[in-house]
């Protein structure tokens, strides 16, 4: 198994392994539209969050995603959110809301090799989108964030696995 060292100047979003619950995250379907795509989210043996299900195109469907509110989190003295996890080999994106109060995400595309990897996602990448457009509105400014999450929406029928460990910024 990939672990990471302790942070030594970063601020962490999230570390299963540190004691937390899965119950501080809750997945969103595209159900919620009419859809028919099923995630999940369970905590392995090794403390670590696994999404997974199938995403299906039935009924206009696409997507699903896995997401966590916390606190209002200053992000002004970093520049990049990192992650490590282990995916299935396909694309996902990490979305970020400023506050809850906004429609609007700022979000950024990775791909997973399968195997255990750190993604860096830095803040001036992460483009503003509402349900699925991109807007015309500057990207992530970095100086806040209330709502983290993983999306799963690769235009197609396909089941998927995600293993996240550590949320962190830097």
Do not use: C
């Amino acid at each position: 198994m990939f672990t990471t060292a302790a942070l030594t100047n970063g601020q962490e979003i999230y570390d299963f392994s540190e004691g937390n619950h899965m119950n501080d995250w809750y997945v969103v379907d595209d159900v919620v539209m009419g859809g028919r795509s099923e995630g999940d989210m369970t905590i392995n043996e090794e403390s670590h969050l696994v999404f997974h299900g199938n995403v299906s195109l039935e009924n206009n469907g696409g997507f699903s995603s896995v997401r966590y509110q916390s606190e209002r989190l200053p992000a002004h003295e970093y520049s990049k959110f990192k992650i490590n996890l282990k995916g299935d080999g396909k694309m996902y994106q990490f979305r970020v809301r400023s506050r809850l109060n906004e429609n609007h995400s700022y979000v950024l595309s990775f791909n997973t090799t399968g195997d255990w990897q750190i993604i860096d996602i830095p803040f001036k990448d992460m483009y503003p989108s509402w349900r699925g457009m991109k807007l015309d509105m500057p990207n992530y400014p970095g100086e806040e964030a209330e709502e983290f999450s993983f999306l799963i929406s690769n235009k197609k029928n396909e089941s998927f696995r995600l293993e996240i460990d550590r949320i962190w910024m830097e």
